[in-house]
Every structure is written in C-alpha cells, then in structure tokens.
C-alpha cells in the first residue's frame, strides 16, 4: 500500500509570493494534519483536518490555510510568503482524529523562500 | 497545552539498551504519551504510545511513571538504523480540537 504523498518534493519561491503544497493521505485514512519543521526544531502544528472540516489550528499567522477535499486529499496554502516560511512541510495522516491512533508522515515538501 | 521535555541528544553503543527519558510534569489526566522517531531527511515516523500501564511492541518498550508525569522509552538493543531525533509527546483522545505540540527532541547518536 502507498504511504502518504506529498508534492512537491522541492520548492523555491520568492518574497511575497503564493505557494500550494498538496498531501494525499492513505487510504482509508479521514484526518490529514499539517505541520512545520524549521531546521533543527521539531515539527510545529499547523493544522488539522477530519472529513472536510478543520479541527484544529496552530499558533499560524491567517496567511497559512488550507482545505480536505472529498477523496481526503488536502491542500496548504501560505499567501504572501516571508523568508522564514523556509521549512519542511510534513504531512500526516490518520484514520481518525482521536489522540490514541498513529499518525503516519510524508515525507515533507521542502520550501525556500529567497 | 502541556508540554514535554527531552534531552537534547545522547549517545549509545550498538547493541546495547537505551533509556530515553521525557518529562511532562503538566499531563492532563486523559493525555496519551506517544513517541516518535525522525531519521535523517525523513518524515517523523511513530514509535509507540500509552497512557499508564508499560506498553511494548516489537520496536521498543514505554515505561510510564506511577504518577505519569515522566515516561522512558526504552530500545532493548540498539542498531546503527535507531540513530534518529526521538519526540515525545502528548494526545488527547478526543476526537475534537486537537493540538499537537513537538519539542527540540532527543538525537540519538549510536556508536559502532
């Protein structure tokens, strides 16, 4: 079975523009869950989503979004890009949201923002 | 939210136990305690989790203190393969709102 995907691998964007990373979760897994991971840190909550509906959210600025699709697939969007948005997206899933299950990672989409 | 705290790193010989400790003196009573691994240039990748009894499966085993406030996790033998960032942290077991907070964690250095 395919593990979570995450695309792209690799993205360089500049100074105040827009990017979209995209998760596919596996399958027969509901709750995709968004984090970031600054070099040498541990992965930051960003968000987290269950059928379609947001529930939870990190301690991000209003420029982080982002949406579950009906196939469970999700989309983080980050508008107006800073430097320090330079970081390792990680993707998890799981099959619910409860905090007794495990959550399985992607292996993350790499942003530089120049 | 509660928190958790690891040292920063530590060193193991191959083939011998090691005892990773993690503080959380701030658990709610609901919390589980989970452990997460992160090889290099990889996504974190789950471990083991519990909530007060020793749990074991075939990757490692979870010690948790009578008054939970601290958990070891415990590799039985070490490879050179378990040379990795080890994060503890804490769930809540709810299905609602959900906050998930990882640390610093602990890097694990195994030496041949």
């Known amino acids: 079975d395919a593990g979570v995907t995450q695309s792209p691998t690799h993205l360089i964007k500049t100074r105040g523009q827009h990017v979209t990373l995209r998760c596919s979760p596996i399958s027969g897994h509901k709750s995709v869950s968004w984090y970031q991971q600054v070099l040498g840190q541990g992965p930051q909550f960003i968000f987290q989503y269950y059928e379609k509906e947001e529930r939870g959210r990190g301690n991000f600025p209003d420029r982080f979004s982002a949406r579950q699709f009906p196939n469970y697939s999700s989309e983080l969007n980050v508008n107006a890009l800073l430097l320090g948005d330079s970081a390792l997206y990680l993707c998890?899933?799981?099959?619910?949201?409860?905090?007794?299950?495990?959550?399985?990672f992607g292996p993350g989409t790499r942003l530089t923002v120049l | 939210d509660a928190k958790t705290t690891q040292p920063n790193s530590m060193e193991s010989n191959e083939e011998e136990p090691v005892h990773l400790p993690c503080n959380h003196s701030?658990?709610?009573?609901?919390?589980?305690i989970h452990w997460y691994r992160q090889l290099p240039s990889q996504g974190p990748e789950y471990v083991i989790h519990g909530l007060t009894s020793n749990v074991n499966n075939r990757m490692a085993s979870l010690a948790i203190a009578e008054d939970r406030k601290s958990s070891t996790l415990i590799l039985h033998r070490a490879t050179l393969r378990d040379a990795a960032v080890y994060y503890c942290?804490?769930?809540?077991?709810?299905?609602?709102?959900?906050?998930?907070?990882f640390g610093i964690g602990t890097k694990l250095q195994v030496i041949p």
């Open positions: 701030t658990i709610s009573g609901t919390d589980y």
């Open positions: 942290i804490l769930r809540s077991p709810g299905g609602g709102y959900q906050k998930v907070t």
């Open positions: 998890a899933s799981s099959i619910r949201t409860s905090g007794i299950g495990e959550q399985f």
